[in-house]
């Protein structure tokens, strides 16, 4: 029987494919990496790893609204305002609902 974690894993690979197609299949995505709503790690500039909640992703934003950098919108612990970072970096510790 397969445990929570895989159903839930199996069902945000089954969303992603069925965006993917929406889009004529054009566009390869990180979908199935973050959502709004999930806690994330990464490393600092220092070598610390700090924690925080994303907030945006590029998905979720309007079409006139081009960050500068990175394609998720991360509210870091400790800081007042998030930042773009790039999804390759973060690590999901904590799935949103």
Not at 3 to 21: F, N, P, T
Not at 27 to 51: P, T
């Amino acid at each position: 029987m397969p445990s929570g974690a895989m159903k839930r894993s199996r069902e945000k690979w089954l969303e992603y494919q069925k965006r993917r197609e929406a889009h004529n299949w054009t566009k390869m995505s990180y979908f199935d990496k973050v959502r709004v709503g999930d806690m994330v790690e990464a490393l600092s500039a220092e070598g610390n790893k700090i924690q925080g909640l994303v907030v945006a992703t590029i998905d979720t934003v309007g079409p006139a609204f081009e960050p500068a950098w990175g394609d998720t919108h991360v509210l870091w612990n400790g800081n007042d305002k998030p930042s773009w970072e790039g999804c390759g970096s973060l690590e999901v510790i904590s799935e949103g609902s």
